[in-house]
C-alpha cells in the first residue's frame, strides 16, 4: 500500500508504539480497570463519555515513562521536553489541564496531548473489550459507540463492512451500501472511489453528509494489521477523499 505521504522514519516509530501499547494492553490486568455510572448507560451516547474509567495511577504513570522514552529514541531533540513532563508526570495523573502543564513546562503544543493520548489507549482498548456487551447495544452514528472517536476505517472481512477504532479497537459491523456517518441508504448519493494501484482500497463519499470512509478489503491478507497502523498506512486516502467531497 501507497504511504508516500507519511516518512519511513514516521512509520517505524508508529510501528514501535503500536507494540508498546500492546504490550501494555497485554500486562494490564482487567480487574484494575473499571468503568461506572450511578445512572442507566444512555444509548445514543459512547459508553466512554458517560461512565468514569478508573485505573491504578501508577500503571499509568508507568505507561507515560515508557511512551517519553519511545518519542526520545524517535526525536532525540525533544529530550529537554520530554524530560520536564517526565518531571510532572504526578500532575499530569492528578488530572491537572493539559493546556497549564504544556504552558507550565514550556512545551510544543503537540507532544502533551500526543503522550496523554497514547497511554489513554490500551486502558481505552481493555474498557472496549471488557464492556463489549454494553457498547454492543449504543448507536453513535458517525462516532465510535465506545470512545467516540470519529468513524473512519472499515475492513471488507468476509463480505461484512467491519468499522473499526483505531483508537479503541472497537469494532462493528454494518450495512455495506449504508453511510456510517449519517445512515444514507441511497446509493445513487454514496460514490465509490478506487485509487490507481490499489485494488484493496476504496473511499466512500457521501452526498447527503459530505464525509467519508476508507474502506479496505483484506479478505486476501495473510495477517490482519493493526487498525492504528492501518490508519496511518492510508492517510493519502485521506487526502484524496477530501479533494473528492
Ligand atoms: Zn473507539
Ligand atoms: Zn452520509
Redesign the pocket.
Known amino acids: 500500500m501507497t504511504t508516500s505521504v507519511v516518512s519511513e522514519s514516521y512509520i517505524l516509530f508508529q510501528e514501535k508504539m503500536i507494540d508498546l501499547l500492546r504490550q501494555w494492553e497485554e500486562r494490564l490486568d482487567s480487574d484494575s480497570i473499571t468503568a461506572f455510572t450511578a445512572n442507566p448507560i444512555q444509548t445514543e451516547i459512547p459508553f466512554t463519555m458517560q461512565v468514569k474509567v478508573e485505573c491504578e495511577p501508577g500503571t499509568y504513570q508507568d505507561m507515560l515513562h515508557e511512551i517519553l522514552n519511545l518519542v526520545e529514541e524517535w526525536n532525540p531533540e525533544l529530550h529537554d521536553q520530554l524530560q520536564r513532563i517526565g518531571a510532572h508526570i504526578t500532575a499530569i495523573t492528578l488530572g491537572s489541564t493539559i493546556s497549564d502543564i504544556s504552558s507550565d513546562c514550556q512545551l510544543d503544543p503537540w507532544i502533551l496531548p500526543y503522550v496523554t493520548e497514547q497511554a489513554t489507549r490500551p486502558i481505552l482498548r481493555m474498557v472496549s473489550a471488557k464492556y463489549r456487551e454494553e457498547i454492543t447495544k449504543i448507536e453513535t452514528k458517525g462516532l465510535c459507540p465506545c470512545c467516540g472517536e470519529p468513524v473512519r476505517l472499515a475492513l471488507l472481512e468476509k463480505g461484512r463492512k467491519m468499522l473499526l477504532c483505531p483508537r479503541c479497537h472497537a469494532s462493528w459491523q454494518e450495512n455495506r451500501l449504508t453511510?456510517?456517518?449519517?445512515?444514507?441508504e441511497d446509493v445513487k448519493?454514496?460514490r465509490y472511489l478506487s485509487v490507481d494501484g490499489e485494488d484493496k482500497a476504496q473511499i466512500h463519499v457521501?452526498d447527503?453528509?459530505?464525509?467519508y470512509l476508507k474502506v479496505i478489503d483484506i479478505r486476501a491478507m495473510l495477517d490482519k494489521p493493526a487498525p492504528e497502523l492501518l490508519d496511518i498506512q492510508t492517510i493519502h486516502l485521506d487526502i484524496i477523499a477530501q479533494d473528492n467531497i
Open positions: 453511510c456510517s456517518h449519517c445512515g444514507n448519493a454514496i457521501c447527503h453528509c459530505y464525509r
